[in-house]
């Protein structure tokens, strides 16, 4: 009996023993899986020369764009005639050989590479500027362009600050060489521009109220100004409005939102609803999309809604704003900040369907942005992190006429700034006032629109020509309100 007693504690154990060597090495392959990579940019941040060049296509076209190095910086990235000013960065692993023969369909070149998995980074400025680049190594990188594909070495680690300015002052002369042409044939612009007015309260609430600019200004720099307190929208099926409300009953608050088409009556089946029981505000508004910030113990949480669709309160998860790339984005985020080994970031979600994600405006540019909770033993830190994700979503373009320094320069009080199409037009806000230039004639001022200093620019949407006159009448129309409009003394 004591043996049998021996033998069945002994397989117990034994038992107990590989359950437990299963469960860690189940645990560290979890781990393992989940790597910490390199930041996107030092990857292949440095200036790069062409070591050997591979046709992989039977008809491929000659370009200029092909002669030359490529520079990478966080500033700035150019390879032969194509280069930004606004590049972003994301990455994901792949099997080199599977990857190239996707993109490349040539079996005998792509079968010359190992399936082993490398970064992939996609360098993007989510508008004209495209590359994918395979890192080989520290030293090496590999990619595909126009039939081609280049091979090529680390010359130099960084981008000399004379050779990124000299591309900036060549991306403003674009603009500058057609002045004269501006002149000549320029037409009416309209911009709309969404305002945000939060004032902070004592109770920890905040007094929100939104409005919309209507700024028209005419081939000879005549400009009027009209004004709107709801939010007043262009989309594919005519002008749209935005409504906000707050209520309280009793312990209970309630912010909502309600969007319809202008012409519609209060319970026409096109009125989208959204409605929520913490603070929550807009920080993006465009003709397809919105982004809400909700407040929540001192706590920042975000949300992208397809407008057509907010009725059915469904957010945007990471993989439908930017697909598989941005998924492997949001990953390769996390794993950078939990570098430390003694902060934890809790995700009560796949990565797939990650949602604490909205669009927010940083230095004329638009950007996505999530919140982490960081805990390191007691402490908690919330971060506020700018995720580089090249969107699958129709939002609205920032192109900027000039960099950010140089806006700077022109206005230093400048907190944001914005561009017409054509770049005729510059908008910069500061603090107290929204500053309209004539980039077109040397930045010269033309007029500013007085602001108050809780006031932030959360629309931004332009027409021109016949569209702007369109504009103009839809917005006086509905008895919209003229507004002050203080024209520059020359």
């Given amino acids: 009996m004591k043996k049998t007693t021996s033998i069945l504690i002994g397989s ?54 092909e002669v030359g190095r490529l520079y990478v910086d966080y500033s700035i990235t150019v390879f032969g005639n194509r280069f930004t000013i606004n590049p972003k960065f994301s990455s994901k692993l792949v099997s080199v050989q599977n990857y190239l023969n996707s993109k490349i369909n040539n079996e005998s070149i792509s079968k010359s590479f190992s399936k082993d998995k490398k970064s992939v980074i996609t360098i993007s400025d989510g508008s004209k500027f495209y590359q994918d680049v395979i890192v080989m190594d520290k030293n090496n990188i590999i990619f595909p362009y126009n039939g081609t594909l280049y091979y090529m070495k680390k010359v130099e680690n960084k981008v000399s600050r004379t050779f990124i300015e000299n591309y900036q002052s060549t991306y403003e002369g674009k603009y500058a060489e057609n002045k004269n042409k501006f002149v000549k044939d320029r037409e009416n612009i309209a911009v709309l521009l969404g305002i945000k007015n939060k004032v902070s309260m004592n109770d920890g609430y905040s007094d929100l109220s939104y409005r919309t600019i209507l700024l028209d200004i005419d081939k000879n720099n005549n ?24 209520s309280d009953f009793g312990e209970n608050h309630i912010d909502q939102l309600l969007a319809k088409p202008v012409y519609s009556g209060n319970n026409s089946k096109e009125t989208e609803k959204l409605e929520f029981k913490v603070p929550a505000e807009i920080t993006y508004l465009g003709p397809e999309y919105v982004s809400i910030m909700k407040e929540e113990n001192q706590r920042e949480e975000y949300s992208i809604y397809d407008i057509d669709k907010m009725t059915n309160n469904n957010e945007l998860n990471i993989e439908q704003i930017g697909g598989k790339e941005a998924v492997n984005t949001i990953k390769n985020s996390i794993a950078e900040e939990s570098n430390n080994s003694n902060i934890d970031i809790s995700i009560d979600v796949k990565n797939e369907n990650y949602k604490n994600i909205g669009i927010l405006r940083n230095s004329g540019k638009w950007m996505y942005q999530t919140q982490y909770i960081l805990k390191k033993g007691n402490d908690v830190k919330l971060k506020n992190v700018d995720l580089n994700i090249v969107s699958h979503l129709n939002i609205s373009p920032d192109e900027l006429s000039m960099n950010w320094q140089s806006i700077k320069n022109l206005e230093p009080r400048a907190i944001d700034a914005y561009s017409s199409p ?69």
């Fill in 422 to 490: 054509d770049k005729r037009i510059l908008i910069i806000q500061t603090k107290d006032e929204i500053l309209i230039y004539d980039y077109s004639n040397n930045n010269k001022l033309i007029g500013s629109i007085p602001i108050s200093n809780y006031d932030s620019i959360i629309m931004s949407e332009w027409a021109i020509g016949n569209y702007a006159e369109i504009w103009k009448k839809e917005f006086k129309n509905n008895e919209k309100l003229p507004s002050s409009f203080i024209i520059n003394e020359q």
């Fill in 12 to 65: 117990i154990i034994l038992l107990l023993l590989v359950v437990f060597i299963l469960s860690r090495n189940k645990e560290q392959s979890a781990v393992e899986n989940i790597k910490v990579p390199e930041n996107n940019l030092l990857q292949v941040a440095g200036v790069w020369e062409i070591d050997k060049k591979q046709n992989y296509a039977e008809n491929k076209q000659k370009s200029a764009d």
């Fill in 223 to 246: 400009a009027q100004i009209y004004q709107t307190s709801e939010l007043f929208f262009p989309r594919e099926n005519g002008f749209w409005i935005m409504q906000y409300s707050n």
